[in-house]
């Protein structure tokens, strides 16, 4: 069995909601197909992305990867660059949003790196596309977010509403920026130097 085929398997019957019948003490299990469905499309594009360059890659070439239809893609995207920008958006969330409400930040910031050099030669491939590539602008918001609640709970009161939206915008970009280089540089660095680096930076702000 392929990978790709034990992928769907394995999310096709996955159920990813639960939600507690708190009369009754059931869990009601709510199968979220959609989002299913696009992360077998996105894993069939980045795997074809250890082979193809991004231009040569097509619908077509997609979908019979993924074992669909080709129309099923145009039920959830309009094009490649809106799949690109869907990947970017969705697994930045899910290692940033997910845990930043209940884990500490110095945990998260390895976690982000190691994300990023597991997939680098993905990275590597997309972020030199010029056309319709968002990627700064979505890791930036993230960041944003990311950065400006490190601030506020590290120094409740102490910024302005100014000085915080200013702060937040300069490191996000600036960590943007770090981490782009360190891809392209094949990751040299190791993640260990790099997560000090980063924390330390952050540290340096909030004392």
């Known amino acids: 069995m392929c990978p790709l085929t034990f992928f769907k398997l394995l999310f096709g019957s996955l159920i990813v909601i639960l939600r507690v019948n708190s009369n009754r003490g059931r869990v009601v299990m709510v199968q979220n197909s959609s989002l299913i469905t696009k992360k077998v499309i996105a894993y069939s594009f980045k795997d074809l992305l250890k082979v193809k360059e991004f ?41 940033i ?11 998260i910031i390895p976690r982000i790196l190691a994300y990023f050099e597991k997939n ?25 977010h990311f950065i400006r609640t490190i601030l506020m709970e590290a120094s409740p009161g102490k910024l302005s509403d100014q000085e915080l939206k200013q702060n937040t915008k300069f490191y996000a970009y600036g960590f943007t920026g770090i981490i782009k280089e360190w891809l392209f540089n094949d990751c040299e660095t190791s993640t260990d130097e790099m997560e000090v680096f980063l924390i330390s930076v952050i540290e340096t702000t909030i004392k």
Request: proline letters at 0%; hydrophobic letters at 35%; zero cysteines.
């Open 55 to 95: 231009q040569k890659i097509s619908i077509k070439d997609i979908m019979t990867h993924a074992d669909y239809r080709r129309q099923t893609f145009y039920d959830h995207f309009a094009d490649k660059f809106e799949l690109l920008e869907w990947i970017y958006n969705q697994e930045i969330t899910e290692i």
């Open 97 to 107: 949003e997910h845990f930043i409400n209940y884990e500490h930040w110095t945990k």
């Open 120 to 144: 680098k030669l993905f990275y590597q491939k997309t972020l030199v596309i010029t056309e319709q590539n968002n990627f700064d602008l979505l890791f930036s918001k993230h960041l944003e």
